[in-house]
Each structure stands twice: as structure tokens, then as C-alpha cells.
């Protein structure tokens, strides 16, 4: 919404207020001349240089996190979260309303929203980010030598899908290739990754703790856009979809590949679009590398066995170089730099990178679904719990509840009338990362056998 279509749905109060406490002289009994008055002076460039910092003062992190979201529309459940993700204080919401810059508004389905005038985000957003890049090291030059791998990604993916196509892939009992076929694809990228040598992965995709980062990102892409298709006799191959793949252009199908990027890790990195918001509007130097990180210490968390810098260097920084998005290399003293490539600024455009999803959304995310079957649910909601009970059994109570799927609860659940499908669907939606690929072909697997083993409808008593 423009300013002034926020001000002509603003009551008479809020207007009055504003104009008082910026000592407007207008009449503060006509809503056209208030109206007026704070059009003309929040239009004007030096009012806005004299009041964006004290906007701002005090509450630069929740302002870095609403200016950089897509989003101008906001609910108060959604504000008072972010206010208590970034400890503003209470209040928060309703000084801003007084200062000018949010405003409430029922004008969307008659529900309550607080609305930031469009002219005014992108005046706060253009001086946090001015703000946000002084923190910086930024160089001209950058290091002597510096990785970049443009549409790799898009020919890899090109590549994986024609082994596919022309070779007999077997999947083990949980789904994933066989050691063999793994080594051949690996082989075959223009990429080189080594096999996952044990430890405990989960959290960033279906297949992530099966395949290395890039070929997982690769593959959980292909299996979610049904370019191939796990079969149940466990076989690998190719979907009904690849025609559509083949049809893209190449900057497409790496756009593509990004969109698909943030949407899956950002689960466990709930602020990634903002983050990489961030890099695309600060990274057309070369940036060091640990200064970001630092200027980004309240957007960048641990996630359970990767630590704050883990999340960062390999989570962030070198899938976007695997996605062609920045380019990375080491100067002289080991210090590590990035800068965005061309392809990077053309892949991320403001409509590429997808909106924070809203804080209801991220509350509902209570669990955590392992490879080793086992559920983590994180907070007590009643509703969550009860149908976790379906087809887990609880294993430890108290604060953190785990849970873990069985086979004899899946069957008692399929019996009484549950459905897989529905099942997983009710766990992707509540949890903060992707069901992993063995449990979601597994809970299939014994639906199957449930079923067969079930009588048939026209089967009765025999008659002799």
C-alpha cells in the first residue's frame, strides 16, 4: 500500500497523534488537512534523513527484519513475534504506529493487519542496508585465485538425469543408490564430491543424509520435480516430468535450483531469504567473509549438530557457490572472500527469493523427523501430539518428547482407518525440515503390505 492509501484508511486518532508528535501546525480536527501534512512531510527527503534513525534507534534488528522481507503486510501476531525474536520491547508496535511508519488497517477481509507504506520501506530498507554494509570488509580486488561454478549445478542435474535413463539404478531397502551407482554418478559430475564417510546428517533435505551436499540438493531437486521416480520394486528412473526440465532455458533452471534451495533450508534456517537478500545487495564488492558472518550474528543460528559458523560457511556460502550465485576464494593471510557473480544478480531478483513465511507458520513447526524413525517435538500442542500418536509411540516425556514410528503402530493406525499419505503430509507441514527419504519410503512400504494383507471386499464364507 502507498502512504496515502494508508492515511486515507487510518482513523482520525492515529493521524492526530503522528501530527503531534511531530509538532505538525495543521488543523488536527480535519482528516484532509492532517492528511495533507504528513503526505507533504514524509515525502520530503530531509524529514526522512532527520527521523529514519530515531525510527530505528533501538530496534535495528527487528527493523533489518521486516524491511527485508517481501512482505509490506503484517499481523500482530507476526509483529509481536518478531519483537520478542529480537527482544524489542513491549510497546514496540504501537510506537511505531505513533512515529508513522506501520499502520493498522482492516481494509484486507476486514482482519486487523499493520501495513508499511511502500515508499517508507524502501527508504528504511536502502539506509539499513548503507547501515548494514559499513559493519563490512569490503576490497576492490579481492583474493589472487577464487572458485566459481556458474550453471554447473543445471549441467550436473543434465548429466544425472541421462545415467538415469540409461543405466539399471537399484535402490537399497531405504531407497537410496547403491554404493556402486553412487561412485559411477559421482564420477560422471563436473563437480567432484566424495561419499558421506558416517556421522549423524539430517535437516537439510530428503536425501541428505544418504548423498554429499550438492548431489542431495541435486537429487532431492529431481525427485521433488518428478524428473525420477523411486519405484517400489526399488528402482531408480526417469519421471513423467523431464520434457519440461529439457524445455527450460539454462538461467531458468538454475533459478529454479534456488528457489528450491531456499525453500528447503530454510527450515532449519528459518532467515535464509533475508540473509541472501543481504548478500545480493552488499556483494557486489568482495566481501570478507567472517565480517558478514559477525554482521549477521543475530540471523545465523546453530541447528543441532552444525554450529553457527558450520551453518554459515557450508550451509550458506558454499551451496551458493555450488548454485552459481557468489564466487569464493582465499587471500594471502587465509582469509576468506566472496563476491556475487552476474549470474548471481540475475538469478536473485526480488521476486526469485521467496518471502519470510510468517511467524504462525514457524511456530506450527514443533517437530523434527530423523532418519533413525525417530520424532522430536520441541513444544507441547495438544492437537500436534495427539496425532503423532497415531503411528509413534512415545519414548520420553517432559520439556522435549520423543517419539519413535513402528511398524505394529503403523498397522494399529492403518487399521483404523489412517492413511499413510495424509500422515506425512500432517508431519511436513509441522516440521522444520524434510522427511527423510528412508522413513517416508518405509511408512509406504508397510502400508503396502498392510493392504495386501487385508481381505478381500468380495471374500466371504465359503458355502459347502
Not at 534513525?53 to 507476526?78: A, G, H, I, V, Y
Not at 508496535?93 to 507504506?117: E, H, S
Not at 546453530?302 to 554459515?312: F, G, H, I, N, R
Request: hydrophobic share 40%; net charge negative.
Amino acid at each position: 500500500m502507498k502512504l496515502s492509501e494508508c492515511l486515507n484508511t487510518a482513523d482520525i486518532l492515529t493521524l492526530r497523534r503522528i501530527a503531534e508528535g511531530y509538532g505538525f501546525t495543521c488543523s488536527k480536527h480535519s482528516k484532509l488537512a492532517l492528511i495533507q501534512e504528513i503526505l507533504f512531510s514524509f515525502h520530503n527527503r530531509a524529514f526522512l534523513d532527520e527521523y529514519l534513525p530515531q525510527w530505528r534507534k533501538e530496534r535495528e534488528q527487528l527493523m533489518l527484519r521486516l524491511c527485508l522481507d517481501n512482505r509490506t503486510l503484517f499481523s500482530l501476531d507476526d509483529l509481536n513475534a518478531a519483537c520478542h525474536a529480537v527482544g524489542s520491547p513491549e510497546g514496540t508496535v504501537d510506537i511505531a504506529v505513533g512515529q508513522g511508519w506501520l499502520y493498522p488497517t482492516t481494509r484486507y477481509a476486514g482482519r486487523l493487519m499493520y501495513c508499511i507504506p511502500d515508499e517508507l520501506h524502501q527508504a528504511l530498507q536502502e539506509t539499513i542496508i548503507q547501515d548494514f554494509s559499513t559493519h563490512l570488509q569490503h576490497s576492490d580486488d579481492g583474493p589472487l585465485t577464487y572458485r566459481e561454478e556458474g550453471n554447473a549445478l543445471a549441467r550436473d542435474l543434465d548429466v544425472f538425469l541421462e545415467y538415469v535413463a540409461h543405466h539399471s539404478v537399484r535402490l537399497t531397502q531405504d531407497g537410496s543408490m547403491y554404493k556402486r551407482n553412487l561412485m559411477q554418478v559421482l564420477e560422471l559430475l563436473e563437480i567432484p564430491e566424495e561419499p558421506l564417510r558416517g556421522g549423524w546428517r539430517f535437516g537439510y533435505g530428503r536425501r541428505f543424509h544418504d548423498y554429499p551436499d550438492r548431489l542431495a540438493l541435486l537429487y532431492d531437486y529431481a525427485y521433488q520435480q518428478h524428473f525420477v521416480e523411486e519405484l517400489p520394486e526399488g528402482v531408480l528412473q526417469i519421471g513423467d516430468s523431464t520434457e519440461q526440465w529439457q524445455g527450460q532455458g539454462m538461467l531458468e533452471r538454475q533459478r529454479s535450483l534456488v528457489r528450491f534451495y531456499l525453500s528447503t533450508y530454510r527450515r532449519p534456517i528459518p532467515r535464509l531469504p533475508q540473509i541472501v537478500q543481504l548478500i545480493a545487495k552488499v556483494g557486489r564488492e568482495w566481501v570478507h567473509a567472517e565480517s558478514m558472518h559477525i554482521a549477521l550474528s543475530n540471523l545465523v543460528n546453530e541447528y543441532y549438530y552444525d554450529s553457527a559458523e558450520q551453518v554459515w560457511q557450508v550451509r550458506i556460502l558454499k551451496m551458493l557457490v555450488h548454485l552459481g550465485v557468489i564466487r569464493m576464494g582465499t587471500d594471502e593471510s587465509a582469509q576468506e572472500w566472496f563476491q556475487i557473480t552476474k549470474l548471481g544478480q540475475q538469478l536473485l531478483t526480488p521476486e526469485a527469493i521467496p518471502a519470510v513465511e510468517d511467524d504462525e507458520v514457524e511456530r506450527r513447526r514443533v517437530l523434527i523427523v530423523q532418519p533413525n524413525f525417530e520424532i522430536v517435538a520441541t513444544a507441547d500442542q495438544p492437537l500436534v501430539t495427539a496425532e503423532l500418536a497415531v503411528f509413534t509411540e512415545l519414548r520420553q516425556s517432559g520439556a522435549i518428547r520423543l517419539y519413535r514410528i513402528t511398524e505394529e503402530r503403523v498397522q494399529q493406525g492403518l487399521a483404523a482407518g489412517r492413511s499413510v499419505m495424509n500422515w506425512l503430509e500432517f508431519l511436513q507441514n509441522h516440521s522444520q525440515t524434510p522427511i527423510p527419504g528412508n522413513v517416508e519410503r518405509t511408512l509406504a512400504e508397510w502400508e503396502r503390505q498392510f493392504l495386501s494383507e487385508q481381505p478381500s471386499p468380495v471374500d466371504g464364507p465359503a458355502i459347502g
